[in-house]
């Protein structure tokens, strides 16, 4: 039965009870962990997220000119410190969530788990759109099994949004394709664009369309054509929209911080590029990553006429996998560094592997040796897959230290103080669970002095490491590497001088020194 032929009313009826299993199973693996605090791998982007989208919804959008806001706590709206170096999709997406839902960690997840479940659904309709329906349920089934979505898909991050609008165009442009309706063609454009104030990933969908319509053998180019001279304008759109909201020196920031990210940049903390092809295999699952190479071992070998106007829906269907990994591999030789230290920047390859796995395995015509090779294949994802969410579960103290330290200032201090510390504190994580006005890193006597004279300061907040590291046994491994790093202990002589000149009270495992309250001697 090929794709667009209808089943009989019995068969229909248990391909959606199929469906509707499939996805229950994988929104219930997506749901695991949604109320955690963010401390697991890569969750200071999540945090960083929600604050913006705090932000957004504590002073609206004229204010915050839709920009990402780095001030906290008790600050005017003509005084945010703001900054924009990025699309800013997802902090609109998460502002509905966290208004309706509230402002913990699991109003974000639930946002981010929308667009997870999303991308899986998706996949499968793309599948139903090359191969018959009840091989499209192969697809299916490896969507709802990838570690990359049961453990990613929760996390709110530009990939994630921009992979899952990217699908939904790819979706409407292979409809248009094999349906031939213009209306197609709008909604494409739309979700292109979406996914173009989602993430950088996004520009590289109408090259891999242009590849994919040569290959495939259409070699129609009206519409990825438009929608590619469209980036430029999109992306001079976003240039002045940073220049308004910060000037050169975001334009600046924008750039060096791309160029250090890219393949090009020499000196980015943590980059392995060659862990690369590790996590693809962690987080794809190994059967996924062998019928993948299968699968394009065969349409390399594979030599068709791609001459002809029209390619049929067979070529089509077994090109399609291309679409995506062209996508994967202009984004991954990019952005190198990034992604090599990213996890979740790998979140392109999701519609990759499970349909290049789909298509593969459609080849197969004999209904026994199909079933084995799925059967054989889904139980060997499912081990995997328990295997990545234990291993990734176990680290949920990503941030040992800055967590309690964070939640502890906050307890410590009121909303409307203005706050210096020692501490270097990261700002993306610690104004989702410390909302206050923070000036950090002041860990010198003349340094405070200044700040004093030119700042309406209320608090200087100063972490005693002995009670601190008594009552967080748990983070004692961690301390040492923290300790100078974060500038964790207080300078000798500062602490003398505040002890002279401010009265103080020791609050949990803080001095807490008054700076309205100046005592002269």
Same mark, same amino acid.
């Given at each position: 039965?090929?794709?667009?032929?209808?089943?009989?009313?019995?068969?229909?009826?248990?391909?959606?009870?199929?469906?509707?299993?499939?996805?229950?199973?994988?929104?219930?693996?997506?749901? %695991?962990?949604? &109320?955690?605090?963010?401390?697991?791998?890569?969750?200071?982007?999540?945090?960083?997220?929600?604050?913006?989208?705090?932000?957004?919804?504590?002073?609206?959008?004229?204010?915050?000119?839709?920009? *990402?806001?780095?001030?906290?706590?008790?600050?005017?709206?003509?005084?945010?410190?703001?900054?924009?170096?990025?699309?800013?999709?997802?902090?609109?997406?998460?502002?509905?969530?966290?208004?309706?839902?509230?402002?913990?960690?699991?109003?974000?997840?639930?946002?981010?788990?929308?667009?997870?479940? &999303?991308?899986?659904?998706?996949?499968?309709?793309?599948?139903?759109?090359?191969?018959?329906?009840?091989?499209?349920?192969?697809?299916?089934?490896?969507?709802?099994?990838?570690?990359?979505?049961?453990?990613?898909?929760?996390?709110?991050?530009?990939?994630?949004?921009?992979?899952?609008?990217?699908?939904?165009?790819?979706?409407?442009? =292979?409809?248009?394709?094999?349906?031939?309706?213009?209306?197609?063609?709008?909604?494409?454009?739309?979700?292109?664009?979406?996914?173009?104030?989602?993430?950088?990933?996004?520009?590289?969908?109408?090259?891999?369309?242009?590849?994919?319509?040569?290959?495939?053998?259409?070699?129609?180019?009206?519409?990825?054509?438009?929608?590619?001279?469209?980036?430029?304008?999109?992306?001079?759109?976003?240039?002045?929209?940073?220049?308004?909201?910060?000037? !050169?020196? &975001?334009?600046? =920031? =924008?750039?060096?911080?791309?160029?250090?990210?890219?393949?090009?940049?020499?000196?980015?903390?943590?980059?392995?590029?060659?862990?690369?092809?590790?996590?693809?295999?962690? !987080?794809?699952?190994?059967?996924?990553?062998?019928?993948?190479?299968?699968?394009?071992?065969?349409?390399?070998?594979?030599?068709?006429?791609? +001459?002809?106007?029209?390619?049929?829906?067979?070529?089509?269907?077994?090109?399609?996998?291309?679409?995506?990994?062209?996508?994967?591999?202009?984004?991954?030789?990019?952005?190198?560094?990034?992604?090599?230290?990213?996890?979740?920047?790998?979140?392109?390859?999701?519609?990759?592997?499970?349909?290049?796995?789909?298509?593969?395995?459609?080849? %197969?015509?004999?209904?026994?040796?199909?079933?084995?090779?799925?059967? =054989?294949? %889904?139980?060997?994802?499912?081990?995997?897959?328990?295997?990545?969410?234990?291993?990734?579960?176990?680290?949920?103290?990503?941030?040992?230290?800055?967590?309690?330290?964070?939640?502890?200032?906050?307890?410590?201090?009121? *909303?409307? +103080?203005?706050?210096?510390?020692? %501490?270097?504190?990261?700002?993306?994580?610690?104004?989702?669970?410390?909302?206050?006005?923070?000036?950090?890193?002041?860990?010198?006597?003349?340094? /405070?002095?200044?700040?004093?004279?030119?700042?309406?300061? &209320?608090?200087?907040?100063?972490?005693?490491?002995?009670?601190?590291?008594?009552?967080?046994? +748990?983070?004692?491994?961690?301390?040492?590497?923290?300790?100078?790093?974060?500038?964790?202990?207080?300078?000798?002589?500062?602490?003398?001088?505040?002890?002279?000149?401010?009265?103080?009270?020791?609050?949990?495992? /803080?001095?807490?020194?008054?700076?309205?309250?100046?005592?002269?001697?």
């Amino acid at each position: 039965m090929g794709p667009g032929k209808k089943q009989p009313m019995r068969n229909r009826a248990l391909h959606v009870l199929i469906v509707v299993f499939l996805l229950t199973v994988s929104l219930s693996l997506h749901l %695991i962990g949604v &109320t955690l605090a963010w401390r697991g791998p890569l969750d200071s982007i999540g945090s960083w997220h929600s604050h913006c989208a705090d932000s957004l919804l504590k002073y609206g959008v004229i204010p915050t000119r839709l920009s *990402y806001v780095y001030s906290a706590g008790d600050v005017p709206a003509d005084d945010l410190k703001l900054r924009l170096t990025h699309p800013m999709f997802i902090v609109s997406w998460l502002t509905p969530f966290r208004a309706v839902l509230g402002s913990g960690e699991w109003s974000s997840r639930l946002g981010a788990v929308f667009l997870s479940m &999303t991308l899986v659904v998706f996949i499968y309709l793309i599948s139903r759109l090359v191969l018959d329906e009840k091989k499209s349920l192969i697809a299916l089934a490896f969507a709802s099994l990838l570690p990359m979505e049961a453990y990613w898909g929760r996390l709110p991050t530009e990939q994630l949004a921009a992979v899952t609008l990217m699908t939904i165009s790819a979706f409407f442009y =292979l409809s248009f394709i094999l349906k031939n309706k213009k209306r197609y063609v709008a909604l494409f454009f739309l979700f292109h664009f979406l996914s173009i104030t989602a993430d950088w990933i996004a520009y590289f969908l109408p090259i891999s369309l242009i590849i994919f319509e040569t290959i495939a053998g259409r070699k129609k180019y009206a519409v990825p054509l438009t929608s590619f001279f469209l980036n430029f304008v999109y992306f001079g759109l976003f240039i002045l929209h940073g220049y308004l909201v910060g000037g !050169y020196d &975001t334009i600046h =920031l =924008l750039f060096s911080k791309s160029l250090n990210r890219s393949i090009m940049g020499v000196n980015a903390p943590g980059a392995d590029p060659f862990s690369i092809p590790l996590k693809i295999g962690l !987080y794809f699952t190994i059967p996924l990553c062998i019928a993948g190479l299968v699968w394009l071992y065969r349409v390399i070998r594979q030599r068709r006429d791609i +001459d002809s106007k029209d390619a049929s829906p067979a070529t089509i269907a077994m090109y399609l996998p291309l679409l995506f990994l062209f996508i994967a591999a202009f984004w991954i030789l990019s952005f190198m560094n990034y992604v090599s230290i990213h996890d979740v920047a790998l979140h392109i390859l999701s519609p990759f592997f499970v349909l290049a796995a789909a298509v593969l395995l459609s080849r %197969i015509k004999e209904r026994r040796r199909l079933r084995l090779w799925v059967s =054989l294949i %889904i139980v060997l994802m499912a081990l995997q897959l328990a295997f990545v969410l234990s291993l990734r579960y176990s680290e949920q103290k990503g941030y040992p230290v800055d967590y309690p330290v964070a939640v502890s200032m906050e307890s410590v201090t009121e *909303y409307h +103080d203005h706050i210096i510390t020692h %501490i270097n504190l990261i700002h993306y994580y610690y104004q989702f669970y410390c909302d206050r006005d923070l000036k950090t890193g002041i860990n010198d006597i003349d340094q /405070f002095r200044s700040l004093i004279s030119r700042g309406d300061y &209320t608090k200087y907040v100063a972490l005693d490491i002995g009670s601190f590291s008594a009552a967080t046994p +748990d983070i004692s491994d961690n301390l040492e590497e923290f300790t100078t790093q974060n500038q964790l202990k207080i300078d000798p002589g500062l602490l003398d001088y505040l002890t002279e000149h401010y009265p103080s009270e020791r609050r949990s495992f /803080f001095l807490v020194f008054d700076l309205a309250r100046e005592t002269i001697n």
